[in-house]
């Protein structure tokens, strides 16, 4: 069993910047792939970010550039680095943890714990 907690979200305006974090319990988060999703009002949820074990990491396109995901296995975190954010990036992001893999996957599927979610909201 893995549980997720997010934290780190805000009221911003475009342009800047925001970094999201997300501590796992467990002992075996290093050994898992970890990723990010978000939703918007009204739209699906969809991938943002995965991270490997090994630290292989994957974004969707539209934050390619902008957003990086990391992780400390010390500290059991995640994090998802946003700059240069825009209000179409406005969501609730959610961080997610693989059971039993160490590959990450922007399918959403393959995911089988997630947190409770952090809002993000972008302002023009």
């Known amino acids: 069993q893995v549980h997720l907690v997010e934290s780190g979200g805000g009221l911003v305006q475009a342009g800047d910047s925001l970094r999201l974090s997300c501590a796992a319990s467990?002992?075996?988060?290093?050994?898992?792939?970890m990723g990010w999703f978000r939703q918007a009002p009204g739209k699906e949820r969809e991938f943002v970010a995965t991270?490997?074990?090994?630290?292989?990491?994957y974004y969707t396109a539209s934050v390619q550039g902008r957003f990086i995901i990391s992780r400390d296995n010390a500290k059991n975190t995640v994090y998802l680095q946003m700059n240069s954010l825009k209000p179409e990036d406005t969501a609730l992001y959610y961080c997610?943890?693989?059971?039993?893999?160490?590959?990450?996957?922007?399918?959403?599927?393959?995911?089988?714990?997630w947190g409770q979610g952090t809002q993000v909201t972008v302002s023009s």
């Open positions: 997610a943890s693989r059971r039993d893999s160490g590959l990450a996957s922007r399918d959403s599927g393959r995911y089988e714990y």
């Open positions: 467990g002992r075996t988060f290093s050994s898992l792939a």
């Open positions: 991270i490997s074990h090994g630290e292989l990491t």
